[in-house]
């Protein structure tokens, strides 16, 4: 292959994800075969228009990523790549720097510089001689360069759109990707691969509901994986259904502790779990991104395999939203709310007293490790300014390390997730490079820090019942009572010194408890009001933002998963709606609750985290 001018380029692509027409050729990322050391990113896909590839290295660049790309005549073509500066918010300075090699010859010139938006950077011209050419992604600092597709062009005066309609139309033509037919067998679609809906899916497999399970990364356990690494809190095994939360004794890690070695989240034990069961069928990266609604009820979810852009539909009875920002309500059109309710909405004393968007934030944890030699990392000059008042002298990040409350936890993700990597490599390179007593790190290597934000709050799916402050700390019980919720109201609120050291835009959190009562959560609030065969478990329920500081907790919401998966299981021997099972068939769902579905013989091994001394429920 022959280079003109500037050269070419970013990013690397396998066949499945190549598109081509008489003079243009669309590469995906994402679609890579060999990533070497470059991960997917798919947090922002909805807001941003597709995975990505990054580089994470934590400051050591990455192995390249490699794809053949195909050509279906030779000449010559514009490149172009889709990519940001995601430093540029905060520096002139780019951190995360890449060049594309072709057939192993660097083209010259530096990616991921320019924008602090995603868009098409102009590569130079390129000339094919051959109709297959090797194509690397070779990262430079390890300080998560990113690109998102390439675009080469024979047309003179042809250009890439970037809207995400325009850049969806143009995968429809140059990656026409065939949708596959309806998963027409299945009783029950969770979707949401962490604590709660593997709970739910299991929970359901185990009565004799046939579960499909869409899990958007590669891993089961949300932020309890080993790509977010908080362990699971609040307690399992309370009255009035002591029998609830076996299942996730039986799944949940033997460890506890946030930001650990990786083994400590034990993620094959879950994803083991899963597979047992004949009547799951797991559908991991696959991204639920489209509903299609008939009426009042959800008719097919439609899923995106994240690295090939392959399109499931999904059709069952009923659908169960555990995906933590309640996406497929929102797709469907269920009532949600967001932010903070004001204190006379619901009367509760801790709402503050006009209503606006703060919510708990994302954290990115991290840790060092200690070595029998010293280590280096880069004296960065794109971070945050920092001195020794403003460094933290740790060697370990927890869930307190949290960015964006205040911002919009969905169409900000990105953003809120990388100010989190930019405060962690600022403050690691001040200590191992400026700092006072610098020698205390000298051979502290970074080891780990998340790439996948762990979010606390987002959108919260309304139900026929709205659990409030009042329900907890009265408290008011309510016949349709399920799983209990045992933590305090864990509200996070931005730290005053951090927020004020740091002109407003904190990294640090604090954290306001209130006591409650062991409280069963009503079952009202695990189903949406107005989409009929609609459930969920997990953060996104019907619930109020002070509300939330207690059934967030991940036990909890795997106590929830269990329920909602009984629940489908009744919904499908009588076939009814969930609604109707708080109409007419509780008494059902009270008899598999007292029962359980765990394995009740294991030894219970969740008794970390558990939280604080109780309230005594008033009998």
Same mark, same amino acid.
């Given at each position: 292959?022959?280079?003109?001018g500037i050269s070419?380029?970013s990013?690397?692509? =396998?066949?499945?994800g190549? !598109?081509q027409?008489e003079?243009s050729? $669309?590469?995906e990322t994402? %679609?890579f075969? @060999?990533?070497? *050391?470059w991960v997917?990113?798919?947090q922002?896909?909805?807001?941003m228009?597709?995975?990505?590839l990054m580089a994470?290295?934590?400051?050591?660049?990455?192995?390249?990523?490699?794809?053949?790309?195909?050509f279906a005549?030779?000449?010559?073509?514009?490149?172009f790549v889709?990519?940001?500066?995601?430093t540029?918010?905060?520096?002139?300075?780019?951190?995360?720097?890449?060049?594309?090699?072709?057939?192993?010859e660097?083209?010259?010139?530096?990616?991921?510089?320019?924008?602090?938006d995603? =868009?098409?950077v102009e590569? !130079?011209?390129?000339?094919?001689?051959k $109709?297959?050419v090797?194509? %690397?992604?070779? @990262?430079?600092? *390890?300080?998560?360069g990113?690109?998102d597709a390439?675009?080469?062009?024979?047309k003179?005066?042809?250009?890439?759109?970037n809207t995400v309609?325009g850049?969806e139309?143009?995968?429809?033509v140059l990656?026409?990707?065939e949708?596959?037919?309806?998963?027409?067998s299945?009783?029950?679609?969770?979707?949401?691969?962490?604590?709660?809906?593997?709970c739910?899916?299991?929970?359901?497999?185990?009565?004799g509901v046939?579960?499909?399970l869409?899990q958007n990364r590669?891993?089961l356990g949300?932020?309890?994986s080993s790509?977010?690494?908080?362990?699971?809190?609040?307690?399992?095994?309370?009255?009035?259904?002591?029998?609830?939360?076996?299942l996730?004794?039986?799944?949940?890690?033997?460890?506890g502790?946030?930001a650990?070695?990786?083994?400590?989240y034990?993620?094959?034990?879950?994803?083991q779990?899963v597979l047992?069961?004949p009547?799951?069928?797991?559908?991991l990266?696959?991204h639920?991104n489209e509903?299609?609604?008939?009426?009042?009820?959800?008719?097919n979810?439609?899923?995106?395999?994240?690295?090939?852009?392959?399109?499931?539909?999904?059709?069952?009875?009923?659908?169960?939203?555990?995906?933590?920002?309640?996406?497929?309500?929102?797709?469907?059109?269920?009532?949600?709310?967001s932010g903070?309710?004001s204190?006379?909405t619901f009367?509760?004393?801790?709402?503050p007293?006009k209503?606006?968007?703060?919510?708990?934030?994302?954290s990115?944890q991290?840790?060092?490790?200690?070595?029998?030699?010293s280590?280096d990392?880069p004296?960065?000059?794109?971070?945050?300014?920092w001195n020794?008042?403003?460094?933290?002298?740790?060697?370990?990040?927890d869930?307190?390390?949290?960015?964006?409350?205040?911002?919009d936890?969905i169409?900000e993700t990105?953003f809120?997730?990388d100010?989190g990597?930019?405060?962690?490599?600022?403050n690691?390179s001040?200590?191992?490079n400026?700092y006072?007593?610098?020698?205390?790190f000298?051979?502290?290597a970074?080891k780990?820090?998340?790439?996948i934000?762990?979010?606390r709050?987002?959108?919260?799916l309304?139900?026929?019942?709205i659990?409030t402050?009042?329900?907890?700390?009265?408290?008011?019980l309510?016949?349709?009572g399920?799983?209990?919720?045992?933590w305090?109201i864990?509200?996070h609120y931005?730290?005053?010194?951090?927020?004020e050291k740091?002109?407003?835009e904190?990294?640090?959190?604090i954290?306001?408890?209130?006591?409650?009562?062991?409280?069963?959560?009503?079952?009202?609030c695990l189903y949406s009001k107005?989409?009929?065969n609609l459930?969920?478990?997990?953060?996104?329920?019907?619930?109020?933002?002070?509300?939330?500081?207690?059934v967030?907790?991940?036990?909890?919401?795997?106590?929830?998963?269990e329920?909602?998966?009984m629940?489908?299981?009744i919904?499908?021997?009588q076939q009814?709606?969930?609604?109707?099972?708080?109409?007419?068939?509780f008494?059902?769902?009270?008899r598999?609750?007292?029962?359980?579905?765990?394995?009740a013989s294991?030894p219970h091994?969740?008794d970390y985290?558990?939280g604080g001394?109780l309230?005594?429920?008033?009998?």
């Amino acid at each position: 292959m022959k280079l003109l001018g500037i050269s070419i380029l970013s990013l690397l692509i =396998s066949h499945a994800g190549l !598109g081509q027409s008489e003079s243009s050729v $669309l590469v995906e990322t994402e %679609s890579f075969k @060999d990533k070497g *050391g470059w991960v997917i990113d798919q947090q922002s896909m909805d807001v941003m228009g597709s995975p990505y590839l990054m580089a994470h290295g934590m400051g050591t660049p990455v192995a390249n990523a490699t794809t053949t790309v195909s050509f279906a005549k030779k000449g010559t073509y514009r490149v172009f790549v889709r990519t940001r500066n995601w430093t540029a918010p905060w520096s002139d300075e780019a951190a995360g720097k890449f060049q594309i090699l072709v057939d192993g010859e660097n083209l010259g010139q530096d990616f991921g510089i320019r924008s602090k938006d995603w =868009s098409w950077v102009e590569g !130079g011209i390129v000339e094919v001689t051959k $109709l297959k050419v090797e194509v %690397s992604l070779h @990262d430079l600092t *390890g300080f998560n360069g990113r690109c998102d597709a390439l675009y080469f062009t024979s047309k003179r005066n042809d250009s890439p759109p970037n809207t995400v309609k325009g850049l969806e139309q143009l995968r429809g033509v140059l990656l026409p990707v065939e949708k596959e037919p309806s998963e027409n067998s299945f009783d029950f679609v969770v979707i949401g691969g962490g604590m709660a809906g593997t709970c739910a899916a299991i929970s359901a497999a185990r009565l004799g509901v046939k579960v499909a399970l869409i899990q958007n990364r590669p891993l089961l356990g949300g932020n309890n994986s080993s790509e977010v690494r908080v362990h699971l809190g609040a307690r399992i095994n309370l009255e009035p259904y002591p029998a609830l939360g076996n299942l996730v004794n039986e799944i949940g890690p033997t460890q506890g502790g946030n930001a650990q070695p990786k083994d400590y989240y034990e993620d094959d034990k879950k994803l083991q779990a899963v597979l047992n069961e004949p009547n799951i069928s797991l559908f991991l990266n696959y991204h639920a991104n489209e509903v299609q609604v008939e009426g009042k009820r959800i008719a097919n979810v439609v899923a995106q395999n994240l690295e090939t852009g392959m399109r499931k539909f999904f059709s069952a009875p009923l659908f169960a939203d555990c995906t933590g920002d309640g996406t497929i309500g929102y797709l469907a059109g269920a009532e949600y709310m967001s932010g903070r309710e004001s204190r006379s909405t619901f009367n509760e004393p801790t709402a503050p007293e006009k209503e606006d968007n703060l919510t708990m934030g994302l954290s990115v944890q991290w840790f060092s490790q200690a070595m029998d030699r010293s280590v280096d990392f880069p004296d960065i000059g794109w971070g945050l300014p920092w001195n020794d008042e403003k460094a933290f002298a740790i060697k370990r990040g927890d869930w307190d390390w949290e960015t964006g409350m205040g911002k919009d936890m969905i169409n900000e993700t990105e953003f809120i997730r990388d100010y989190g990597l930019l405060v962690v490599y600022s403050n690691w390179s001040y200590l191992k490079n400026h700092y006072n007593n610098r020698q205390e790190f000298k051979n502290e290597a970074l080891k780990w820090v998340a790439y996948i934000g762990g979010k606390r709050e987002s959108r919260r799916l309304v139900g026929d019942y709205i659990l409030t402050e009042n329900d907890l700390t009265e408290p008011n019980l309510k016949p349709d009572g399920t799983a209990p919720t045992s933590w305090t109201i864990d509200l996070h609120y931005p730290d005053p010194e951090n927020l004020e050291k740091f002109e407003g835009e904190a990294f640090r959190s604090i954290a306001k408890h209130i006591t409650i009562y062991p409280y069963p959560i009503p079952f009202r609030c695990l189903y949406s009001k107005n989409i009929e065969n609609l459930m969920m478990a997990g953060r996104d329920i019907s619930v109020t933002h002070v509300a939330l500081g207690t059934v967030r907790l991940m036990r909890t919401g795997g106590m929830m998963g269990e329920v909602v998966g009984m629940a489908a299981s009744i919904c499908k021997a009588q076939q009814v709606q969930p609604r109707d099972i708080y109409l007419n068939h509780f008494s059902q769902l009270e008899r598999l609750m007292r029962k359980g579905i765990g394995d009740a013989s294991l030894p219970h091994t969740q008794d970390y985290n558990e939280g604080g001394t109780l309230m005594k429920t008033n009998k």
